[in-house]
């Protein structure tokens, strides 16, 4: 999501990139904070946790069919 954010000109203003030496721990520790806020932000929707909650229980088909592919002419003895 942040991605089609930042392609298509989100609404908050992007911050210049800082290398890793101009970061100090007070830095870093905005950064994180405004990392899950916006993690809380996303993650606050009722579908999407119901989502959560219940993706465990996700039902998937039975695999079908075995290991031999149609190109396989190793067996075709």
Do not use: K, N, V
């Not at 989100?10 to 899950?36: F, H, I, K």
């Not at 996303?42 to 946790?49: E, G, N, T």
């Amino acid at each position: 999501m942040s991605f089609l954010r930042r392609l298509l000109g989100g609404s908050r203003p992007e911050q210049p990139a800082a290398d890793a030496a101009d970061l100090t721990p007070l830095d870093e520790a905005a950064y994180e904070r405004e990392l899950l806020l916006d993690e809380s932000r996303r993650l606050d929707d009722d579908l999407i946790q119901r989502q959560m909650r219940f993706a465990d229980r996700s039902w998937t088909p039975p695999a079908q069919g075995g290991t031999r592919r149609a190109d396989d002419t190793a067996d075709a003895e």
